[in-house]
T-cell receptor
Framework: EAQVTQNPRYLITVTGKKLTVTCSQNMNHEYMSWYRQDPGLGLRQIYYSMNVEVTDKGDVPEGYKVSRKEKRNFPLILESPSPNQTSLYFC?????????????FGPGTRLTVL | AQKVTQAQTEISVVEKEDVTLDCVYETRDTTYYLFWYKQPPSGELVFLIRRNSFDEQNEISGRYSWNFQKSTSSFNFTITASQVVDSAVYFCALSGRTGGFKTIFGAGTRLFVKA
């Protein structure tokens, strides 16, 4: 089944404790992206990757890191989480780096930083 | 700059009513793409439709229809004979060359359909 998976689905952590949210897709998509969803703000892009070893900042990259060592995986790293990073996070992938392709979203990761 | 505005924060209707969700966008691109996504209470994001800027034909899919009007920069979404299962947050989104084809989302419209 074609899908985007994220882990964990729920995470409660404390300020400053490094964490990684994994994202994996099995569709051989080139383009992957991370979004955060906050009430009243819709989804905002954090980072995106056009292909392996190619990443770039989205609209709200501060406090986050990403890597793309393999085509299928695109982990999101919070080196020192803070309470303002409490949010719902979505990973997405699409066939190519083009607005023509539909993005497929993972199920979301709800993160709470205390 | 690109922008998507969904002015309706919440809409409440009674089952079987028709409801239209508004989406107004701003872009300087001549080639761009518009999307609608549904987020049910379970939280996942479900793709509904993609439309490119050169195709202004309206589209109907069952009870769903979309009205794309470039003259007013709008891409409105209508649900006919709404059902309780239509209760969700609906997002309109825009992708264009400006900003490197990043997808810009509106703030979303929460639709409540009461039985």
């Amino acid at each position: 089944e074609a899908q985007v998976t994220q882990n964990p689905r729920y995470l409660i952590t404390v300020t400053g404790k490094k964490l990684t949210v994994t994202c994996s897709q099995n569709m051989n998509h080139e383009y992957m992206s991370w979004y955060r969803q906050d009430p009243g703000l819709g989804l905002r892009q954090i980072y995106y990757s056009m292909n392996v070893e190619v990443t770039d900042k989205g609209d709200v990259p501060e406090g986050y890191k990403v890597s793309r060592k393999e085509k299928r995986n695109f982990p999101l790293i919070l080196e020192s989480p803070s309470p303002n990073q409490t949010s719902l996070y979505f990973c997405a992938s699409s066939l190519s780096y083009s607005g023509t392709d539909t993005q497929y979203f993972g199920p979301g990761t709800r993160l709470t930083v205390l | 700059a690109q922008k998507v505005t969904q002015a309706q924060t919440e809409i409440s209707v009674v089952e079987k009513e028709d409801v239209t969700l508004d989406c107004v966008y701003e872009t300087r691109d001549t080639t761009y793409y518009l999307f609608w996504y549904k987020q049910p209470p379970s939280g996942e994001l479900v793709f509904l439709i993609r439309r490119n800027s050169f195709d202004e034909q309206n589209e109907i899919s069952g009870r769903y229809s979309w009205n794309f009007q470039k003259s007013t920069s709008s891409f409105n979404f209508t649900i006919t004979a709404s059902q309780v299962v239509d209760s969700a947050v609906y997002f309109c989104a825009l992708s264009g060359r400006t900003g490197g084809f990043k997808t810009i989302f509106g703030a979303g419209t929460r639709l409540f359909v009461k039985a």
